[in-house]
Every structure is written in C-alpha cells, then in structure tokens.
T-cell receptor
Framework: DSGVTQTPKHLITATGQRVTLRCSPR?????VYWYQQSLDQGLQFLIQ???????AKGNILERFSAQQFPDLHSELNLSSLELGDSALYFC?????????????FGPGTRLTVL | DAKTTQPPSMDCAEGRAANLPCNHS???????VYWYRQIHSQGPQYIIH???NNETNEMASLIITEDRKSSTLILPHATLRDTAVYYC?????????????FGSGTKLNVKP
C-alpha cells in the first residue's frame, strides 16, 4: 500500500459524458501527478501539481483538466468523453518537486467509455 | 529527456538473481536513473533510484556504469511475485522535466 488513494476504482460511462477522478496523496506529500495508461500508449504523463499550483504538463488533452485543492487532494476532470479515453488513470504523489524525489502511485481508476 | 532502451522480456528462475539492463546513452550529468515495476494492472511501484553511485535497498541493487550510459537493476533472489514489467526511467532536475517517461519496459517472467 503506497498511501495514495484513488476513487472510484472503476467507472463506466458513455461517450460525450463528463467524469471526475479523485486522488488523495500520501500524508505530507505536496506534489501530485496524473498518468494515463491505455493498451496502445503505455503510461503517459498528463499533468503535475505542486502545493496547489500547476507545475508541469504532459500529453493532456484540452478536454481534460485537473486541480489540486488546499487540502492537497487532486481531481482530474475528463469531459466530452470518447471511446479512446478508456484507460487506467493513475495518480502519484511525492514529498516535493524535483528529480530526486520518488513518486508513489495509487491503485488507479479504470475508466470504460461505451 | 534522455531516452532509455530495455529488452522487451526476460526470463529468470525462481531463487536466482535477475539482472535487468537499461541503456541510457544520452543521459546528462544531472539526470537520475529510476526503476519502477508494475505488476499486472496495479499502480507502478518504486524500486530504487540513483545518480552516479551504485545503490542498494531492501528490494534491489542498482549498478550504474562509470560513464552513466547504462545501468543494471539486480533482484538478488527473484520470486514468483517479482513477475512484472520493469521500467527504467531517466529524470532531470529541472521542473520542466519533472515527469517520468515510462517507455515499454522489460517484462520479467520468474519461473519455478
């Protein structure tokens, strides 16, 4: 158990809908990262927040957005969902920002878009 | 970011050492080498990381060559539970590079 929690574990929805994925980082960790893992793309970095502010962006679509709240939990919002958005979404946290800090991953949310 | 090259799969007998190689020939001086593994569809699990020196923890050892162009992750006594995809990642210091590129990894099959 990494200490990172994600809800829900599974989510099934239809194309065109909007969903919100939630992540609670390990106690004391200020940095949160979101990743997408689909069958044909592997693990892709989406976005990072540090202490409430966006710090780095990866391959995140404009239909997706994220935020980190004052209590440090984070939410990833996915809108206008398409079949290709079906994937595992992982959240990770680390104590600080910077390359010397390992990231601890949550169990993931499996999103299925029908 | 420096890219990494790993063999797609490897086999290892249970109880023997598993040596997983990684090539990162374009690594720069301030980039760390990280290893993670992913068992089935679980969240990736941190194993170890290093900058220049060899590192050891309760899970594994990391051997980085002197020129830092390659590294080897060593699981000293592999068990069936070590069957997973192992990712070698190179990560820089600057915030713009404060993210991981996982690549395809090596699928380690530990056999009885």
């Amino acid at each position: 158990d990494s200490g990172v929690t994600q809800t829900p574990k599974h989510l099934i929805t239809a194309t065109g809908q909007r969903v919100t994925l939630r992540c609670s980082p390990r106690s004391g960790d200020l940095s949160v990262y979101w990743y997408q893992q689909s069958l044909d793309q592997g693990l892709q970095f989406l976005i990072q927040y540090y202490n409430g502010e966006e710090r780095a962006k990866g391959n995140i679509l404009e239909r997706f957005s994220a935020q980190q709240f004052p209590d440090l939990h984070s939410e990833l919002n996915l809108s206008s969902l398409e079949l290709g958005d079906s994937a595992l979404y992982f959240c990770a946290s680390s104590p600080r920002t910077g390359a010397g800090n390992e990231q601890f991953f949550g169990p993931g949310t499996r999103l299925t878009v029908l | 970011d420096a890219k990494t090259t790993q063999p797609p799969s490897m086999d290892c007998a249970e109880g023997r050492a598993a040596n997983l190689p990684c090539n990162h020939s374009t690594i720069s001086g301030n980039e760390y080498v990280y290893w993670y593994r992913q068992i089935h569809s679980q969240g990736p699990q941190y194993i170890i990381h290093g900058l220049k020196n060899n590192e050891t923890n309760e899970m594994a050892s990391l051997i980085i060559t002197e020129d830092r162009k390659s590294s080897t992750l060593i699981l000293p006594h592999a068990t069936l539970r070590d069957t997973a995809v192992y990712y070698c990642i190179v990560r820089g210091l600057m915030d713009n590079f404060n993210k991981f590129y996982f690549g395809s990894g090596t699928k380690l099959n530990v056999k009885p």
